[in-house]
């Protein structure tokens, strides 16, 4: 199958529809997106639709079973089509998080935590780690908030949330 975004006037995805393989391919049997384009504008009785290709193999330009990535991203819904660096994009997440084109994806401005876990082998709890756009607006130091989370899913005594400093968790 082949894969097609269907986009509205500012690029954001509305839909996406499979097509048969041979619908794309030309008398030589080579993959042409035209004609998949051609072939929906048809069927959709609309030649001013925007369709752009995408991959259901692809996330952040990694091809899902080592072939080659295409266009950053498996299109869905309201996801964004960024025409320059040929990526889709998943909506973006928080305001202060910038896009990374080489692995098409968001980023934090704050370094995601390196401790993730107890350290005990084997872990007891791990931490439950997650974004806080408000503490980060507010002290741009700020952001990565944890809360510790037994491995058993049993309560865990600390229930305090702690905030990532860049090397170390702080109550």
Known sequence: MAYFAKLDDNNIVLEVVA???EVIEDSDGNEQESLGITFLR???NDQSISWVQTSFNTLKKQHLEGGTAFRGNFASKNY???SINKIFWQPQPFTSWLKDNATASWVAPIKYPSIEDDGADPSIWYWEIN???TAYQSDNTKGWEG???NLDRSDNSDT???DWNGTSWVA
């Open 19 to 21: 097509v048969k393989n």
């Open 80 to 82: 964004v089509w960024d």
């Open 42 to 44: 048809n069927l959709y």
């Open 131 to 133: 974004w806080n756009e």
């Open 160 to 162: 305090k949330t702690y």
């Open 147 to 149: 809360t510790k989370i």
